[in-house]
């Protein structure tokens, strides 16, 4: 949000601004999601309280897309509850999670609502450092508080790196989470845009007790409006949020609802929108210093900033030239000397931002 309030500054002192800062797609919402919603609305003349479980229908399309997708069989009336996008469960969850531990791992640098959310539920917050010589991956020989804690958060593909996660790591994380008794929460938003190979999901480790998977429309189909995403878990874990939800009122409507079940039982829309996100990338990565084992997935490129210079001043110097990026000290101190590029404005502003960096950097 302070990338965007810079942004908009300039936009109102008449500076031309191209922003790359907040990761909000650009794309329009392909219009037979968009007709759905609408055939939903005329369909639903009153529109009631909907129950927290979410529709069948609903249920059921994401366990068809888990299925296909990740190759996963999951109970669609006991593993998956919807949600309002993944911000808000993500948020919350801590509410439920903790009981007598109440310790809560976050990796950093990273998505700030995992700290924010378990800070609000009383929980403790342990930070998780991500760095380079690792592959943005937490160094778990080193992590020491397993006893500790009750949530473990992670996030592959990752914000803000672009990194992915290897089967073995969910493995190895998910064996201590059994070993230990804490909940590995992670963190999926990002799963569908990619450039190379497919990413893996936590779900398909060989046993899934303990395991949490959040994942949402928002990035997946250009939903981030619509609110729309699924909580997948153990089926007592489930139960405790079907338990929660009525009192927060966060159960996504039925028109939304509706719509989001043509958006998960298609995979077109999806590949178009990789495949615009590679044209994007193209123009602008090779002009970057990207750090090593980043930018392999999502729409963001991270990447070093010149020697010397801080990332927040960084950024202030593209600003000037019109280029919006966000420091990555904005999302930690293991962020410090990075920055993060959203490929969410259009290809055109792509190509001219392109031009404008090649004669900045």
Not at 92 to 110: D, N, T, W
Not at 330 to 350: D, H, I, K, Q
């Amino acid at each position: 949000m302070a990338v965007d309030a810079k942004a908009r500054a300039a936009k109102a002192a008449g500076r031309p601004v191209i922003a790359f800062g907040v990761g909000e797609p650009d794309f329009p919402t392909p219009d037979y999601i968009v007709a759905a919603a609408q055939e939903a609305c005329a369909q639903v003349r009153m529109q009631k309280y909907t129950p927290a479980a979410g529709l069948p229908e609903l249920r059921e399309a994401v366990a068809r897309w888990i299925g296909a997708r990740f190759g996963v069989d999951v109970d669609e009336a006991t593993e998956i509850v919807p949600t309002l996008g993944s911000k808000e469960a993500i948020f919350s969850f801590a509410q439920i999670a903790l009981g007598e531990k109440r310790r809560v791992a976050v990796p950093e640098p990273g998505y700030p609502v995992y700290e924010r959310g378990a800070l609000f539920a009383g929980g403790k917050v342990v930070t998780v450092p991500l760095s380079e010589s690792n592959s943005w991956l937490p160094d778990l020989d080193a992590f020491d508080a397993w006893d500790e804690i009750a949530l473990f958060w992670v996030c592959y593909p990752n914000n803000p790196t672009g990194a992915v996660a290897p089967l073995s790591f969910y493995e190895e994380l998910a064996a201590r989470a059994r070993e230990h008794g804490f909940l590995l929460c992670s963190d999926e938003a990002y799963s569908e845009l990619w450039f190379d190979e497919p990413p893996v999901s936590a779900l398909q480790v060989a046993d899934r007790t303990n395991i949490v998977v959040f994942n949402t429309l928002s990035k997946r189909s250009s939903m981030t409006g619509y609110r729309s995403g699924f909580v997948c878990g153990e089926p007592e874990l489930i139960a405790a949020l079907r338990s929660f939800r009525p009192n927060t009122g966060t159960a996504p409507q039925e028109v939304v609802q509706r719509a989001s079940v043509t958006a998960w039982n298609d995979e077109a829309h999806v590949e178009e929108m990789r495949a615009r996100y590679a044209r994007k990338r193209e123009l602008l990565a090779p002009l970057l210093d990207l750090a090593s084992g980043s930018s392999e997935a999502t729409f963001y490129l991270w990447f070093r900033v010149p020697a010397g210079e801080s990332s927040e001043a960084f950024a202030t110097r593209l600003l000037e030239h019109g280029v919006v990026v966000a420091p990555g000290s904005y999302f930690g101190p293991s962020g410090e000397g990075y920055a993060r590029l959203a490929l969410v404005p259009s290809l055109e502003e792509c190509a001219r931002a392109a031009t404008i960096l090649g004669d900045v950097l």
